[in-house]
């Protein structure tokens, strides 16, 4: 590798989750519209292959842990390209400096040099979509021909862990939908499930990965954020927000929305 020829290059260390970093690319993909360069991502290799879906932003895959070996990620971006941003809130040896963000998107967001009302309006697009798997996943998963409700309550670093009650209205509608399980899919790559997103009428979902890809797809969403600033800010066609405290108590919201799904036939491109 040249590092005379590297060394021009922005790089930005975001080492993982896999939702950090789809909610970013919008920002990766303004970088390059904007300058013509590709950033750099450095990137832990556990969550790498979630950039073979953009030509836009250019992965530094390290084989590292995201919290603890971020000064060996730090310094090899430097070694490389001769600086570094770096947008994750968390990782040894670093305090993110300080600011007025509203939660950890306008954080990572406003250290790339974007504002919040850019956070919020710039679109995410996966350029390198594969059709042939998303066909494919559509055909393994759907059983039938009634309207497709896509649901996840599950993840990693933000689950929602109070959803019984949500489950249980849920049931009211097993006939009337066939509702699809996000967590039990296991995709090739997390953005062949647009290929669901894309011929659903609706979704509902914690905040993890599944909300942060819902904005590459024009699928409705019901997102249900975590209380506090660790909460995303839903992005895309978000049609309700709901707080994880609220959510229980607003099943009566989500019935007027999910009824909506039922009766109004999917219009977006398959």
Same mark, same amino acid.
């Given at each position: 590798?040249?590092?005379?020829?590297?060394?021009?290059?922005?790089?930005? %260390?975001?080492?993982?989750?896999?939702?950090?970093?789809?909610?970013?690319?919008?920002?990766?993909?303004?970088?390059?519209?904007?300058?013509?360069?590709?950033?750099?991502?450095?990137?832990? /290799? $556990?969550?790498?292959?979630?950039? @073979?879906?953009?030509?836009?932003?250019?992965?530094?895959?390290?084989?590292?842990?995201?919290?603890?070996?971020?000064?060996?990620?730090?310094?090899?971006?430097? +070694?490389?390209?001769?600086?570094?941003?770096?947008?994750?809130? =968390?990782?040894?040896?670093? !305090?993110?400096?300080?600011?007025?963000?509203?939660?950890?998107?306008?954080?990572? $967001?406003?250290?790339?040099?974007?504002?919040?009302?850019?956070?919020? =309006?710039?679109?995410?697009?996966?350029?390198?979509?594969?059709?042939?798997?998303?066909? @494919?996943?559509?055909?393994?998963?759907?059983?039938?021909?009634?309207?497709?409700?896509?649901? /996840?309550?599950?993840?990693? *670093? =933000?689950?929602?862990? /109070?959803?019984?009650?949500?489950?249980?209205?849920?049931?009211?509608? /097993?006939?009337?939908?066939?509702?699809?399980?996000?967590?039990? %899919?296991?995709?090739?790559?997390?953005?062949?499930?647009?290929?669901?997103?894309?011929?659903?009428?609706?979704?509902?979902?914690?905040? *993890?990965?599944?909300?942060?890809?819902?904005?590459?797809?024009?699928?409705?969403? %019901?997102?249900? *954020? +975590?209380?506090?600033?660790?909460?995303? !800010?839903?992005?895309?066609?978000?049609?309700?927000?709901?707080?994880?405290?609220?959510?229980?108590?607003?099943?009566?919201?989500? !019935?007027?929305?999910?009824?909506?799904?039922?009766?109004?036939p999917v219009k977006r491109a398959a």
């Open positions: 590798m040249d590092k005379a020829v590297v060394s021009q290059r922005q790089s930005y %260390i975001q080492l993982g989750r896999t939702g950090d970093l789809l909610l970013l690319f919008p920002a990766f993909k303004a970088i390059h519209d904007r300058t013509g360069q590709k950033p750099v991502v450095v990137v832990s /290799n $556990w969550f790498a292959s979630v950039l @073979e879906g953009v030509s836009y932003a250019e992965p530094f895959a390290i084989n590292c842990d995201p919290y603890e070996d971020l000064p060996l990620a730090r310094q090899m971006a430097d +070694q490389f390209y001769g600086n570094h941003t770096v947008l994750q809130c =968390s990782g040894k040896g670093w !305090t993110a400096p300080g600011g007025d963000y509203r939660n950890y998107m306008h954080a990572m $967001w406003g250290r790339a040099g974007f504002t919040f009302e850019e956070m919020r =309006s710039l679109p995410l697009v996966i350029d390198r979509r594969s059709h042939e798997r998303e066909r @494919e996943l559509v055909k393994t998963w759907r059983k039938t021909q009634k309207p497709l409700l896509l649901i /996840n309550f599950g993840g990693m *670093t =933000s689950p929602f862990q /109070n959803h019984a009650d949500i489950r249980k209205f849920l049931e009211t509608y /097993n006939r009337a939908f066939e509702i699809l399980d996000l967590a039990t %899919i296991r995709a090739h790559r997390i953005f062949d499930l647009l290929g669901l997103y894309d011929v659903a009428s609706g979704l509902i979902t914690g905040d *993890t990965a599944t909300a942060h890809l819902a904005p590459a797809s024009k699928v409705p969403t %019901i997102w249900l *954020t +975590q209380d506090g600033g660790g909460a995303s !800010t839903p992005r895309g066609n978000c049609v309700l927000e709901l707080k994880y405290r609220q959510a229980p108590n607003q099943v009566g919201l989500m !019935t007027e929305i999910v009824e909506q799904w039922l009766y109004e």
